[in-house]
C-alpha cells in the first residue's frame, strides 16, 4: 500500500489478500471481496476485467512484496535478523487475527487449480516463494554460506515458516514458531559460522 490514502483499487487487492488468507482462494467471491474493502462492486469489475483469477493474482504479488520489503530491511542486518523479521510478520498476522489468517500465497498454493492448466495466481505463488528464497539465499551468501548450501537454508526457512503458520492456525498456538525460529536460527549460524 501506499503511503497516502490507499485507492479503491489498492483496497481491494489487499482485502482479497486479507480474504484468501483467511478463506483460501476457492472460498473467496469477488462480492465479498468488494464488500470487505468497502468498495463498490462495479468497480471490483472495472479494475479486475479478467475476474477472480485476475484478482487473486495481485492480491499475491500484493503479498509477495510486502513480505520482500521487510525481509530486504531486515536482512541488512543479517540473515538472522531477516529470519526473525519473516517469523515476527507471520506471527502477528496469525496471533492478531486470532489464528484465523495465514498465508495467502500458501493459500492459493494449495488449493485445487480449476482447470488444468496453471492459473496465473498459482504462478504468481511459485514467483513469490521464489523471491523470498532469493532474498534469504543472497543474504547467506553474503555471510559466509557457500551458495549451494545458502539456497538450499533458504528453501527451507521459507517451507518451514509458510508450514509453521499452517500449524499455528490449526493448533491455535504461536508455539511452532517458536520452535521452527529456534531450530532455523541454529541452522543459519552454522551455515555462515557466524
Keep these: 500500500m501506499t503511503e497516502s490514502s490507499p485507492t479503491a ?104 487449480p480449476p482447470t488444468d492448466e496453471t492459473p496465473t495466481a498459482l504462478a504468481a505463488a511459485a514467483e513469490v516463494f521464489a523471491k523470498w528464497e532469493s532474498l534469504l539465499a543472497d543474504s547467506l551468501c553474503e555471510h559466509g554460506a557457500e551458495p549451494q548450501q545458502a539456497a538450499q537454508l533458504a528453501t527451507l526457512i521459507v517451507a518451514a515458516v509458510e508450514g509453521t503458520v499452517a500449524m499455528c492456525r490449526a493448533q491455535r498456538s504461536a508455539q511452532p514458531l517458536d520452535h521452527t525460529a529456534e531450530q532455523l536460527q541454529a541452522l543459519i549460524l552454522a551455515a555462515t559460522k557466524t
Excluded at 488468507?21 to 468498495?39: C, M, Q, V
Excluded at 477472480?52 to 520482500?68: M, S
Design 9 to 112: 483499487r489498492e483496497r481491494i487487492v489487499a482485502g482479497a489478500a486479507d480474504m484468501i488468507s483467511r478463506r483460501g482462494l476457492n472460498a473467496t467471491s469477488i462480492r465479498e471481496t468488494a464488500k470487505h474493502a468497502r468498495a463498490p462492486l462495479g468497480s471490483t469489475y472495472h479494475y479486475f476485467p479478467d475476474g477472480k483469477q485476475q484478482l487473486a493474482t495481485e492480491a499475491v504479488r500484493y503479498t509477495g512484496e510486502w513480505v520482500a520489503r521487510s525481509l530486504r530491511k531486515e536482512l541488512e542486518a543479517g540473515p538472522v535478523a531477516g529470519l526473525q523479521a519473516f517469523l515476527a510478520l507471520w506471527r502477528g498476522i496469525v496471533v492478531d487475527s486470532d489464528f484465523r489468517a495465514g498465508c495467502p500465497v500458501l493459500a492459493v498454493s494449495i488449493e485445487e
